[in-house]
Each structure stands twice: as C-alpha cells, then as structure tokens.
C-alpha cells in the first residue's frame, strides 16, 4: 500500500486549472466496480463540438477485433478471473495526454518531489463529445496505475513504468533539470501516451481514475495483495523454468521471432547512437578548445582583435550548440529507444505467461491419461508393468501386512480413481478454456503492440530529425552572422 506521502500532495487546481469534464457514454459503460470505488466526478462539461479543433492518437493502426481481456479477481484462481465491463468498441475513444507545469513540492522537506499537471483529452468518436480534464499528478501516482494495471490486466502487455530518479545527486544541473521537468517529465508523459494509445488500457477504470479522479485519497491506494506461499512461488517457477512445451504454436514462435529480431535491431541503433553522442561530445570539447585558442590569440594580434574574439565566441556558441544537441538525443532518442526494449520485454513475458499456461495444460492431460490407464487396467485385471508394477508389488506388500482385502482395495481404488479422473476432465476443460482465451487475446494483443510499437519509432525519428535540423539552423545563423564581420575586415597590404 502507497503510504501517508498522498496527503501531501494538493490535488486539486487552482481555479485556473480546474477541470471541465462530463459523464460520457462510454464511463457509464464501464464505471469502477464497487471494489475500488470511483472517484470520479461529473461536473457540468465544456463541450467542443467540433472535433477538428483536437489533436488525435489515432487508433487506425489497430483493427476492429473484440478480445475477451480478464483482469484478475480479488482472491481469485487464475482460471475464474473476470472481465469487467468492456466497451463495444473499443476504439471509440480518442485519448490525448499532455503533460506540463512541473512543480517541486514539499520544499524543505526530506523527501522533495515533483509533481506534473496532466491535461487529458477525450474524444468520444461515437458522439463527437470532447471532454478535458487537468490533474496534478506525481510518481507515485504512476506506479498506482501501472500496478493496478499489470496486476488486474493479465493478458494485457501493460508499457513498462520508467524508473524513479533519484533527487540525492550531486549534479547540480541534472537537479535543475529534475525540477525543471526535463529530466524525467518526458518519460512519464511517453509511459502515459502508450497507455493512451492502448484500446483496452485506455478505458480501464483505473486510468479512468487516474486521469479524472479530482481528490485523490487513501481509499484509491493499493489494497494489499493476497500473499501466495513460498512453496507456490517455487513451484511456478521450477514449473516454467524446466518443463517445456510440447506442442508448440507457430503462431507464437513467429511472435518470439519477431521480437528478437525487433530488439536486436534495436540495440544495434543504441550501440550506434551511443558512438555518435560520444564523437559528438569529443567534438563539442575540440570546439571549445578551439575557441580558447582563437581568444588567446586575439590578445597577441591586437590589430586582429574584433575579429577573433567573435570568432571565438561563435564557434562557442556553436559547442554549447552540439552539446544541447547531444543532450536532447540522449534524453529524447536514446532514452526512448531504452524504454521500447523494456516494452519488448514486457511481451516476452506475456508469451511465457501463455507458455505456462499451455503447460499446465499440457501436464492435466498426461496426468488424466495417466490416472484413466491406471483405472482401466484395474478394472480389467491386468497386471501393471514397468515402474508401476514395482509400485503395486510395494503396495500389495504393505495391504498384506495390513491384512486389508485385496478385492476390496482394488474397488476402492477404483472409485478413487474415477473420481480423480472427473476432476481431471473438469480441470482440463478449464484450462482449454482459459488457454483458448489467453491465446486469442495475446494475438490480439501482439497487434496492438505493434501499433504502438510504430507509434514509438515514427515519434523516435521525428524527435531525431527536429532536433538536428534545429541544431543545423542554429550553426547556420551563428555562422551567418559571423560573415558580415569577415567581408568588413579591412586588411592592410
């Protein structure tokens, strides 16, 4: 459970930011469950009725394909979660987040934080309702919404949350840029757009919550999460880690494929980028030195004086130009780059989510045709053979010490083993049914991450492209105004 720090934050805007909203079709479709309990109020809207004024996340990347998403029941098997209310269309919801007015809080206080306005946009395609809503929000109101989502989200590859960053550092500029929100504002808003971007995520209530909710208390924090034991745990993992599938999907191998293929391509543009930022930055330092020595030398040629120190100063101008340029690409292009491998990530796992569950499958029908040979062969009078023949000589041994019946124990294993076998075939259809489920929402799912996934590269190379032609044009103006000063230099012959 996130602790008391909630109380520090003021949630509601001052009356400059304060939201205009309304009660839409689609949230009365799918408002909280009692469970959580919805913050979320309607005050009267501010309707744009012209939908062209707002900027869209468009969602024609993704098809029209209903998936049978469940988020996780409260103190529920995995194989009886149920689905909250999903909207008919889940495309009918343009979202369109903005993040801005960083804000330290709790100055003089040990643990100083920032929090960001948050300006959500949603459009309702069926009705063409706009609706915006400005929130104040801080970190720990992230790690809320991607925990609530991963937990209750199961089948869902939920963008992965960037790390915190730490305010303890001695580098004073980076401090300024913290608080300045370019340091982390960035990443937060990216995670946000992802989410926005997702046709499922984008209406679950807990981002309904998140982006609307206007006081926000400890009755919206994390409820503790049902403790599995430690032998459960070990169990899962020694079950995923050495049991194999047997029969395997090409379907999913070709997802595994694809995903390798995107994350090595990946990493070899970081790999490249990483070599470019640092020539880059030995050639921002050769600037400056260059520009010392020009200054130095404008002290010697007295007559030449003008001239070279605004030589000097230009090709100054000009380091701390390629710096910025440096910066902005390691923040901007790299950083997000680094997040989409993490995305990769977070969709392997949900493959081997799926793999586990085919396991379990898979293990359910070797144990039912095990236990269902077992039954027949007692029932017809045949003697066992390998293994189990040791096994029932060991028994038989111990029913004879016993001085039990044979003819009686044989019926009663019988029983026992027809009942198993009913609950083996139970289970087993269970499972098909959760992994047909999961298979068929993991496919839709791949779809969508790679909607989002392009959304990703395109927004990647157009920060790219803008930030070096910002930086060409900026060269080229200091320069240019360097030249007026050259063709007026009068040298004497």
Same mark, same amino acid.
């Given at each position: 459970?996130?602790?008391?720090?909630?109380?520090?934050?003021?949630?509601?805007?001052?009356?400059?930011?304060?939201?205009?909203?309304?009660?839409?079709?689609?949230?009365?479709?799918?408002?909280?469950?009692?469970?959580?309990?919805?913050?979320?109020?309607?005050?009267?809207?501010?309707?744009?009725?012209?939908?062209?004024?707002?900027?869209?996340?468009?969602?024609?990347?993704?098809?029209?394909?209903?998936?049978?998403?469940?988020?996780?029941?409260?103190?529920?098997?995995?194989?009886?979660?149920?689905?909250?209310?999903?909207?008919?269309?889940?495309?009918?919801?343009?979202?369109?987040?903005?993040?801005?007015?960083?804000?330290?809080?709790?100055?003089?206080?040990?643990?100083?934080?920032?929090?960001?306005?948050?300006?959500?946009?949603?459009?309702?395609?069926?009705?063409?309702?706009?609706?915006?809503?400005?929130?104040?929000?801080?970190?720990?109101?992230?790690?809320?919404?991607?925990?609530?989502?991963?937990?209750?989200?199961?089948?869902?590859?939920?963008?992965?949350?960037?790390?915190?960053?730490?305010?303890?550092?001695?580098?004073?500029?980076?401090?300024?840029?913290?608080?300045?929100?370019?340091?982390?504002?960035?990443? %937060?808003?990216?995670?946000?757009? /992802?989410?926005?971007?997702?046709?499922?995520?984008? &209406?679950?209530? +807990?981002? =309904?919550? @998140?982006?609307?909710?206007?006081?926000?208390?400890?009755?919206?924090?994390?409820?503790?999460?049902?403790?599995?034991?430690?032998?459960?745990?070990?169990?899962?993992?020694?079950?995923?880690?050495?049991?194999?599938?047997?029969?395997?999907?090409?379907?999913?191998?070709?997802?595994?494929?694809?995903?390798?293929?995107?994350?090595?391509?990946?990493?070899?543009?970081?790999?490249?980028?990483?070599?470019?930022?640092?020539?880059?930055?030995?050639?921002?330092?050769?600037?400056?030195?260059?520009?010392?020595?020009?200054?130095?030398?404008?002290?010697?040629?007295?007559?030449?004086?003008?001239?070279?120190?605004?030589?000097?100063?230009?090709?100054?101008?000009?380091?701390?130009?390629?710096?910025? %340029?440096?910066?902005?690409?390691? /923040?901007?292009?790299?950083?997000?780059?680094?997040? &989409?491998?993490? +995305?990769? =990530?977070? @969709?392997?796992?949900?493959?081997?989510?799926?793999?586990?569950?085919?396991?379990?499958?898979?293990?359910?029908?070797?144990?039912?045709?095990?236990?269902?040979?077992?039954?027949?062969?007692?029932?017809?009078?045949?003697?066992?053979?390998?293994?189990?023949?040791?096994?029932?000589?060991?028994?038989?041994?111990?029913?004879?010490?016993?001085?039990?019946?044979?003819?009686?124990?044989?019926?009663?294993?019988?029983?026992?083993?027809?009942?198993?076998?009913?609950?083996?075939?139970?289970?087993?259809?269970?499972?098909?049914?959760?992994?047909?489920?999961?298979?068929?929402?993991?496919?839709?799912?791949?779809?969508?991450?790679?909607?989002?996934?392009?959304?990703?590269?395109?927004?990647?190379?157009?920060?790219?492209?803008?930030?070096?032609?910002?930086?060409?044009?900026?060269?080229?103006?200091?320069?240019?105004?360097?030249?007026?000063?050259?063709?007026?230099?009068?040298?004497?012959?």
């Amino acid at each position: 459970m996130l602790d008391s720090d909630y109380d520090n934050v003021p949630w509601e805007t001052e009356s400059n930011v304060d939201s205009q909203g309304e009660q839409n079709t689609h949230f009365t479709q799918v408002k909280m469950s009692p469970e959580i309990g919805s913050p979320v109020e309607h005050p009267q809207p501010e309707q744009i009725r012209n939908s062209s004024e707002v900027r869209r996340i468009s969602s024609s990347n993704y098809d029209s394909h209903q998936s049978s998403y469940l988020p996780s029941g409260k103190g529920e098997s995995s194989n009886t979660k149920k689905s909250p209310s999903i909207p008919i269309n889940p495309h009918s919801l343009n979202v369109l987040i903005e993040m801005s007015e960083p804000r330290k809080e709790g100055e003089g206080s040990s643990n100083p934080y920032i929090s960001y306005l948050i300006t959500t946009t949603k459009e309702n395609m069926d009705t063409n309702v706009v609706t915006k809503f400005k929130r104040r929000r801080r970190y720990r109101d992230f790690v809320w919404l991607h925990e609530n989502m991963v937990s209750n989200y199961l089948s869902v590859a939920v963008p992965p949350l960037p790390g915190k960053h730490r305010l303890g550092t001695n580098n004073e500029n980076m401090l300024i840029e913290y608080f300045s929100g370019d340091r982390f504002g960035p990443d %937060l808003e990216r995670f946000v757009t /992802r989410v926005a971007l997702h046709p499922v995520l984008k &209406h679950s209530p +807990y981002f =309904q919550t @998140f982006t609307e909710a206007k006081d926000w208390s400890s009755q919206y924090e994390e409820r503790p999460k049902k403790e599995s034991s430690v032998l459960e745990g070990i169990s899962d993992t020694l079950l995923n880690t050495f049991a194999k599938v047997k029969g395997k999907d090409e379907t999913f191998q070709q997802m595994v494929e694809s995903i390798a293929r995107v994350e090595e391509n990946v990493i070899r543009a970081l790999k490249v980028v990483n070599k470019v930022l640092k020539n880059q930055n030995d050639l921002e330092k050769l600037y400056k030195d260059l520009s010392l020595g020009w200054n130095d030398l404008a002290s010697i040629e007295t007559g030449l004086a003008p001239i070279l120190i605004s030589t000097s100063n230009t090709i100054n101008s000009n380091s701390s130009a390629l710096q910025e %340029l440096s910066d902005r690409i390691e /923040r901007h292009f790299a950083g997000e780059l680094e997040e &989409h491998l993490a +995305y990769c =990530q977070v @969709f392997k796992g949900l493959l081997k989510t799926r793999d586990g569950k085919q396991i379990e499958y898979e293990e359910l029908c070797e144990y039912y045709k095990v236990t269902d040979a077992e039954m027949n062969r007692l029932v017809n009078y045949q003697s066992a053979s390998g293994v189990s023949l040791v096994t029932n000589f060991i028994k038989g041994k111990v029913r004879d010490l016993r001085g039990i019946d044979p003819s009686i124990s044989r019926q009663v294993r019988i029983s026992s083993l027809k009942k198993r076998c009913t609950e083996l075939g139970e289970a087993i259809e269970s499972s098909k049914s959760e992994l047909d489920r999961f298979n068929d929402d993991v496919k839709v799912e791949f779809e969508y991450f790679n909607g989002i996934k392009e959304n990703d590269l395109k927004r990647c190379l157009m920060i790219l492209s803008d930030t070096y032609i910002e930086y060409f044009e900026k060269s080229n103006q200091l320069w240019g105004q360097l030249l007026p000063e050259l063709d007026n230099l009068k040298i004497d012959t």
